[in-house]
Structure formats: structure tokens, C-alpha cells
């Protein structure tokens, strides 16, 4: 009840990301860990998320961006998707524990244009500083997604709300937006420490964006990729 409360508190009213607010475009090849999902609903209206690449096998995203068929685009390959692995505690229309891991239906090939990114471990627990989010979302309000990607600076603030849930939070005129959920918290040299999960919308220009806190699900990452590959 009280973790409901607490959510309640820090979201409402709460919005899956809405546009890339103070973004401008990557440099390209600058990010060769990002993925781009297209996610085919119950309704097979396409939707889309980001998400990113851990190894030639699997890439992570938010849990809230699960569908009955995911296609994921690294560059030029595409995979669809083997097995999706949210995590077991996540509900749906909920946040908490908003990650989940996606088993491709073969391996990518690493090169210079696409490549794994390095995960924070459950030893950082400094917050981190210097932060990059990116992503091919909404660059305007009820614009279309972007064809290019963009990325913003975001500042990681002290909350002891998001503390708690296993969350980092980011204020300000600057963050992620719709179709942007799953992409990266990239932080210090290029290490990915959290998933991009939903926005706080305070006013049109002010908000604050959540990122579920990848250093608190170091295990879980690892002992399910090992039982999924063990599974073959």
C-alpha cells in the first residue's frame, strides 16, 4: 500500500513519455547499442518503443513495451524476437519493476555500427551525473516519430520516493517522450544505468521522467539470460 502511495504521490497524473522535449539529433553512429521496436498490438495497430543491446543476443527495454509480436532494428539487421522475459513482478498499467529482457531470434553480428553497451552494477550507487537519454520518439506534441535519432542532457535529482521504488528520476524542460519508453539512461562514460519508464507531466514545458534503476536488477539480468541460453 504504501509503495501504491508513494507512486500516486510522485506521478499523477501520470503519461507514457510525450515528446522529446530540448533534443537534438545524435551524432550519427554515435550509438551503436540503440535499438528501435516496432510492437504490434492486440488490435495490430503498431506501436513503437527503443530499447538497447546487451550482447549479440539480447536486447532490454521496458517491460511496459511487451506485445504479442516485437521487431527489433539494430542498423541494418532486424531480428524479431525468441522469447520476451519482463520481469516477474511487473503488473500491468504499474511501474514498478518496468524492465525486461528480449531474446533475439538469432545473434547480431557486433561491428562498428552496432554494438553492446556496458550496464551499471549493483556497486554504483552513487547518483550519477552527465546523463544522455536518446531515442527516435515524438520531437512534437501528436508529431510523428522521429526519423532520425535524437538524444537530450538530462540531471538525475535526489528522491527519496524514487529511491525506493528502484527508480532514478529527472526534472526539468528536457527528457525523453512517446516512443522513447525502453531507450537508455546513459551516464559517466557510456554506461547505461537505467530504462526509460514513464513521465510525471507537471505543465507543458516542466516534468519529470522516471527510469527504472538497472543497479538493482543486476542479478536478475544475469541469471535470466543464463537460463534462457541454457534453454537451447
Known amino acids: 500500500v504504501y509503495i501504491k502511495c508513494s507512486l500516486l504521490r510522485l506521478m499523477l497524473p501520470v503519461g507514457r513519455t510525450e515528446k522529446i522535449i530540448g ?3 545524435a551524432e550519427p553512429h554515435s550509438r551503436p547499442y540503440m535499438a528501435f521496436i516496432e510492437k504490434n498490438l492486440a488490435n495490430n495497430e503498431p506501436s513503437y518503443c527503443d530499447g538497447f543491446l546487451l550482447n ?3 536486447v532490454m527495454t521496458a517491460a511496459h513495451c511487451q506485445a504479442k509480436f ?3 532494428f539494430l542498423h541494418m539487421f532486424d531480428r ?4 520476451a522475459f519482463p520481469h516477474e513482478n511487473y503488473k500491468k498499467n504499474e511501474f514498478i519493476d518496468d524492465i525486461m529482457l528480449l531474446k533475439l531470434s538469432s545473434k547480431v553480428v557486433v561491428n562498428n555500427f552496432v554494438k553492446p553497451i556496458a550496464l551499471a552494477n549493483h556497486d554504483d550507487v552513487t547518483l550519477p551525473t552527465s546523463c544522455i537519454v536518446s531515442g527516435w520518439g515524438q520531437t512534437h506534441s501528436n508529431g510523428r516519430i522521429s526519423d532520425k535519432l535524437m538524444e537530450t542532457n538530462v540531471t538525475l535529482t535526489e528522491n527519496s520516493i524514487c529511491t525506493e521504488l528502484k527508480l532514478y528520476c529527472s526534472n526539468g524542460t528536457a527528457g525523453p517522450g512517446k516512443g522513447d519508453s525502453g531507450g537508455p539512461l ?3 562514460h557510456g554506461t547505461a544505468y537505467g530504462v526509460v519508464s514513464f513521465m510525471y507531466q507537471y505543465s507543458k514545458d516542466l516534468s519529470t521522467v522516471a527510469y527504472t534503476k538497472i543497479p538493482c536488477y543486476t542479478d536478475w539480468i544475469t541469471s535470466t539470460m543464463k537460463k534462457a541460453l541454457s534453454k537451447k
Open 70 to 72: 516485437l521487431h527489433i
Open 23 to 25: 533534443g537534438h539529433e
Open 80 to 83: 524479431t524476437v525468441e522469447k
Open 186 to 188: 546513459v551516464c559517466g
Open 56 to 58: 549479440e543476443d539480447f
